[in-house]
């Protein structure tokens, strides 16, 4: 491997995507498909009475109208959840149990109550505005903040070390609530499936899944199939951000009917389906208590968060625990609670709970700075450590000192007053503000094949899914590392069942899990070139493979490099039309010894208009501390995304319920604020790029959620120090600003 | 969508014949509301009237100084008029703060006129509402009211007028002019073309039934300051909070409607004589009897802020 920076490589699939050659599940035709479209309950608590099916199982074009009352049996529903599919397993705790069409009762709003097949799309939507239902409606229970006091405490509960009386003493103390909305995901793609039935029990799946795997394995459990006998296939996908993490229950039923209609489905949902039945982020409010000395060092914190989630599942993330070990702090307690509402069950948003966690943590710190009269980057440098302070053991690698830096200088941080509400440009106020996030580094188990040909091109092959961030790019970069073959000659197979098992695009961590298993794969096939190089009779006889090097399709002797012979003719030499290899790879025992994250430090400068109270991001500036960079470009491209939503985040994005019916008002596009071009100024990325000793050999850490991670924090930063003004619930609008300026 | 049989027709005169030979029709412009609304069966037109080859898509001078813009001129070919952005500023301006462009490549001038509220409870059809199903009641005035009506609303309806193209035309005194099924030609005020809701918020314009939108009218430039300050929940591609069509003189009087917060563009020309005294005092007049709900009561605050930084902006 090389050990020096990676050249910018163009996205491998770019092409095909701006040409339309990519094709996502939607975009599959099979001959004779039909069409599935949901009916969704319109009320969020309550039973089903009576479902009038009769006019639409009339209307033109319809094969089949299927409700709690008609539905074909899915035999495996309550298998225990195996390890690979993925999501959060059901509860056996809690209240309710959730089977889509099994029964009359109405958990959530939305909740899908008949699902209409025709034989287009639009039939089965018109067919499915004639289903008519009647309900006995009770009340429903959809806002935490009135039913906090029904919390319950999830398995993992609370943590503690050091003093929980410290904060009481502390000279300086601060206690502040936050709350962030609900967010939904609106990749725009829309959700869906295509079920195939190829045989009695034999099935092919076009899906919208970050991990084929993991449908597989769903839909063998569901329908009580071997594994092998179910191929799925996802190599693009039009945006996940974690609602692809799990196979949700409508996705499960579309195979069951596909089965009973006798020809290939595709189920494809309305926007408006978005907002209830693939997960979301979930509501969270949190507080914290944080105590510190005259000098700006910290004594204690307190983090507590309360979420929602379903009263049929338990959906937690890690919302604290980012304040356990981000700084030094002796006294630090965390608490988190669920409340089970009447609403459906959230999942993984990009930067998952720790987004949520660090909005509070990285607010409450910048308060504090302010409290003391302090630079937000000086409080956080007095409390730096070079140790976790959670776990007692070193990080694998951290620079984010470096990182805080880099990332001051290219927002030119000097010009920030640290007094806010004082500097004006134009008729607008303006500030600056910075925050920190943090994410686990993962090593998960993967394997990977790789076949060299004899023409001297090299095929990559692994299960995983692209579902945006260039994984085809980074694993061309890997192999290119290892074997030296020029990139257009690699090519890479991913995205399906039939090549070899991969964990689901998650948690920042392709980029190391398969990212390794590639790398040991071409490192198996480099020494097997190198013996074939070096045995007797071949034409570096007597060499040893340590002094051997790769570069262009050719091996040569690293201090004599003349003496070489090409890969492609040394496999004409020998007979050999390919050769290929597969590994598994995992991470090792030493990891153990060490905390493994990820690192992100985010600058913006916003304007803040003090009569209307708009707010507008000016500049951005992100920095990552994730180890070697693999592939800069998408790399690049990631840091912009992860900004972008961070904008979205922070000052637009909320899913409004209107709590009287338990139901959303905004679930549409038009009305649900996704951050726009307008929104986005131009992102500076910055790349530590040093590669972590630990984690893989590759030295690279996951960058995904760290993107997101704290960017919200460093707006509301950003919006104080511009107006004096602290703004404690996302996200920032104008009425909430300008409210609170005068 | 619920089924309906389309026709397209060639000419204005046609149009409006061949809405009145079909009960349930309407005219199809640009269709980026009406294919929205029908879509969730909000709209159930059974019969559509293309209108979109009928001509009328000319931004021609009149005799008097002022300009003709056809009512199928898109939204993206008026606000690029060279004559419109030199001499009626504020409705260029006005027409780039709404939609999108791919949105506003559509749109049409009428078309834009015409299109329905954004209240969310009218969308939801599961919900009661007045204007949708005239005496269900009105999901909204207790519920997600933060981005609807303060003013000119009733109790039985507190929905806006969401547009901005028209909240300019309001402040240019435009004119609507019309044909109908049996020829006949009228114009129209653009400040009487919008009713209030009162206790018929279904009846949200006085067009007659099957009346053809055939222009509308801008008198001979105003001159002044052209001003349009769309507040919204993003940078762009939102409905307006508030927005202010503002045309303001060097001797400090003007006119200003505004948009974002009465079912129809406000303007309040009585109120127009104490824009001298400066964006309070004018407010006030201007919100007189304005009636927010506890969510939408930011607004009539934001009205005033609004035109002050309009006002302060018009000087510098
Ligand atoms: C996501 C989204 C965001 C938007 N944001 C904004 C915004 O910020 N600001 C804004 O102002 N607008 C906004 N719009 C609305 C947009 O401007 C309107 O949809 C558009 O102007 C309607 O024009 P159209 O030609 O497509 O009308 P159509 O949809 O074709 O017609 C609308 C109505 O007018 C009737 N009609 C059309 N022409 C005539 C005629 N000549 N005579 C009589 N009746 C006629 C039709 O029968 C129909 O009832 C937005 C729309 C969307 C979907
Ligand atoms: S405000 Fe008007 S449009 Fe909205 S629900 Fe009430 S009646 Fe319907």
Request: with cysteine.
């Amino acid at each position: 491997m090389k050990n020096e920076k990676n050249p910018p490589l163009d996205r491998i699939d770019g092409r095909m995507k701006v040409t339309g050659g990519a094709k996502y599940f939607a975009d599959f035709a099979i001959p004779n498909m039909t069409y599935c479209v949901i009916v969704g309950s319109e009320i969020a608590r309550g039973t089903v009475t009576n479902i009038d099916i009769k006019k639409a199982q009339g209307a033109p074009g319809v094969l089949g109208v299927f409700t709690h009352q008609n539905m074909p049996p899915i035999p495996g529903w309550d298998a225990p959840p195996s390890k690979q599919a993925d999501g959060p397993p059901p509860k056996p705790d809690t209240e309710e149990k959730y089977r889509i069409l099994s029964s009359p009762k109405i958990l959530f709003d939305g909740q899908p109550i008949a699902m209409v097949v025709a034989d287009t799309y639009e039939r089965a939507t018109y067919a499915a505005s004639l289903v008519k239902a009647t309900y006995s409606k009770q009340a429903a229970r959809t806002d935490l903040d009135k039913h906090k006091k029904d919390e319950i405490t999830p398995k993992g509960g609370d943590y503690a070390r050091g003093n929980a009386k410290a904060f009481e003493s502390a000279p300086v103390q601060l206690e502040s609530e936050y709350t962030i909305p609900i967010e939904v995901h609106n990749p725009m793609e829309l959700h869906g499936i295509v079920v195939h039935w190829t045989g009695a029990d034999q099935l092919m799946i076009y899906a919208k899944t970050q991990g084929v795997n993991s449908t597989q394995q769903a839909m063998a459990q569901a329908f009580k199939l071997d594994p092998k006998n179910i191929h799925v296939h996802t190599e693009f996908m039009g945006g996940g951000f974690g609602m692809g993490l799990r196979t949700w229950p409508q996705e499960t039923a579309t195979v069951a009917i596909a089965k009973k209609v006798g020809r290939p489905v595709k189920l494809v949902m309305h926007r408006s389906q978005m907002f209830t039945t693939v997960g979301h982020r979930p509501y969270t409010a949190q507080s914290i208590q944080m105590g510190a000395d005259k000098n700006g060092k910290l004594i204690s914190i307190h983090h507590a968060a309360t979420a929602e989630t379903a009263k049929y599942e338990d959906f937690t993330e890690a919302t604290v625990n980012m304040t356990k070990f981000m700084y030094d702090c002796p006294n630090v307690s965390t608490r988190y609670r669920l409340v089970r509402l009447d609403r459906s069950v959230p999942i993984w948003m990009r930067g998952p709970g720790e987004a949520t966690g660090a909005f509070a943590l990285e607010s409450a710190m910048d308060e504090m700075a302010h409290k003391l009269n302090m630079d937000p980057i000086e409080f956080r440098i007095k409390n730096y450590t070079e140790t976790d302070p959670e776990h007692n053991r070193p990080y694998s690698s951290k620079h984010l000192k470096e990182a805080y830096e880099r990332g001051a200088e290219a927002i030119g941080w000097k010009e920030r007053k640290n007094e806010p509400g004082v500097s004006k440009e134009d008729n607008w106020l303006a500030g600056y503000g910075m925050s920190t996030g943090v994410f686990n580094a993962f090593r998960w188990e993967a394997s990977a094949r790789v076949v060299l040909n004899a023409d001297g091109s090299l095929v990559v092959q692994s299960a995983v899914t692209d579902i945006g961030p260039g994984t085809g790019t980074a694993l061309t970069m890997i192999a290119h590392n290892v074997l030296d073959i020029p990139f257009d000659r690699i090519k890479v197979e991913y995205g399906d069942t039939s090549l070899p098992k991969a964990p689901s695009q998650g948690g920042s961590a392709i980029v190391s899990a398969v990212g390794s298993a590639v790398f040991d794969t071409c490192t198996k096939i480099k020494n097997e070139l190198f013996e074939l190089t070096t045995k007797a009779g071949a034409p570096l006889a007597g060499s040893k493979a340590a002094d051997l090097s790769m570069e262009n399709g050719n091996i040569f002797l690293s201090n004599s490099p003349s003496k070489k012979v090409a890969v492609t003719e040394l496999l004409k030499t020998n007979n050999l039309p390919s050769i290929a290899q597969t590994a598994d790879s995992k991470g090792s025992a030493e990891q153990e010894k060490y905390s493994m994250y990820s690192f992100s430090v985010h600058f913006v400068k916003v304007k803040v208009n003090a009569l209307t109270g708009a707010v507008r991001v000016t500049k951005a500036v992100s920095v990552a501390d994730s180890g070697r960079i693999i592939s800069p470009k998408t790399a690049a491209s990631q840091m912009i995304g992860g900004v972008t939503g961070g904008i979205g985040m922070a000052l637009t994005e909320e899913a409004i319920i209107d709590h009287r019916f338990g139901r959303f008002v905004n679930n549409n596009l038009a009305d649900y604020h996704v951050a726009v071009h307008a929104d986005v100024p131009a992102i500076e990325t910055i790349f530590i790029d040093k590669p972590d000793p630990i984690i893989n050999p590759m030295g690279a850490k996951g960058m995904g959620e760290i993107a997101l991670i704290g960017f919200s924090a460093a707006v509301a930063n950003a919006v104080f120090n511009a107006t004096g003004k602290r703004i404690r619930q996302l996200p920032i609008t104008p009425d909430k600003v300008m409210q609170q300026v005068s | 969508m619920k089924s309906f049989t389309y026709q397209r027709v060639t000419t204005p005169v046609e149009a409006a014949a061949a809405i009145a030979a079909k009960p349930g029709a309407k005219f199809l412009a640009g269709g980026t509301n009406l294919l929205d609304l029908m879509k969730l069966q909000i709209e159930t037109p059974t019969h559509l009237i293309d209108i979109g080859r009928i001509g009328l898509d000319k931004i021609e001078p009149t005799a008097n100084g002022g300009v003709r813009i056809g009512a199928l001129v898109t939204n993206t070919d008026l606000a690029a008029d060279p004559l419109i952005r030199k001499d009626y500023g504020i409705l260029s301006r006005a027409l780039v703060a709404g939609a999108s462009g791919q949105l506003r490549n559509k749109a049409t001038t009428a078309g834009n006129l015409l299109q329905r509220t954004r209240c969310p409870y009218f969308y939801d059809t599961n919900q009661p509402c007045n204007k949708r199903v005239p005496g269900s009641g009105c999901a909204a005035i207790a519920g997600f009211s933060r981005q609807l009506a303060v003013i000119g609303s009733s109790d039985a309806c507190i929905a806006t007028y969401p547009g901005d193209m028209a909240v300019a035309m309001t402040a240019l005194d435009a004119t609507v002019e019309t044909i109908n099924p049996a020829g006949k030609t009228r114009q129209v005020p653009i400040s009487q073309l919008y009713r209030l809701p009162g206790k018929t918020p279904h009846l949200e314009t006085t067009l007659e039934k099957n009346e053809l939108i055939t222009s509308v009218v801008l008198p001979a430039p105003a001159g002044g300051t052209h001003i349009y300050h769309k507040v919204r929940d993003r940078a762009s591609y939102a409905f307006a909070l508030v927005s202010v069509a503002a045309i303001l003189f060097k001797d400090g009087t003007g006119r200003i409607a505004v948009g974002g917060i009465a079912p129809k563009p406000w303007r309040v020309p009585g109120a127009e004589s104490l824009l001298p005294s400066g964006a309070k005092p004018f407010s006030a007049k201007l919100m007189e009897g304005a009636r927010p709900t506890k969510e939408s009561e930011f607004k009539v605050n934001l009205v005033e802020r609004t035109i002050a930084l309009v006002l302060k902006e018009g000087k510098s």
